[in-house]
């Protein structure tokens, strides 16, 4: 039955890693959600499992906490937008107009700065583990 049906195949064989994936970034979610409830005593530093909404009520009313949230989705809108005013015309050109030989020199210019930084992470990574 799986020889005829191929992409029933794939599917039955990244399911249970997917699953996995899926369970652990929810309980992660619920985790951070949880701990959001919990407060931290102001002699001591150290978080004390009572439930409140004094966190909440912290970052609604704090002017500094609102002009924070309010300039992050400026940015992450900002971005977005700036994001796809440059990569959809440059895939375009790429998928549509260039050349082989030019497609793969684009290519190479939007992952090497990737690289660069996985690079950079590596080596910080390989000064902070060495004796």
């Not at 924070?68 to 700036?82: D, E, K, N, Q, S």
């Amino acid at each position: 039955m799986l020889w005829r049906r191929p992409w029933l195949r794939a599917f039955l064989l990244l399911l249970p890693p997917l699953g996995w994936f899926v369970v652990i970034y929810l309980a992660s979610l619920v985790l951070l959600l949880v701990t959001a409830f919990w407060r931290i005593n102001d002699f001591t530093t150290q978080i004390e499992q009572v439930w409140n909404l004094d966190n909440f009520q912290t970052l609604l009313s704090g002017p500094t906490y609102r002009t924070i949230i309010l300039r992050t989705l400026g940015m992450a809108a900002l971005v977005t937008a700036t994001d796809a005013v440059l990569a959809f015309p440059f895939a375009y050109y790429m998928a549509r107009v260039a050349t082989r030989r030019v497609q793969t020199l684009l290519f190479a210019a939007v992952l090497l700065p990737l690289w660069a930084s996985y690079l950079a992470r590596v080596y910080a990574w390989i000064l902070i583990l060495a004796h």
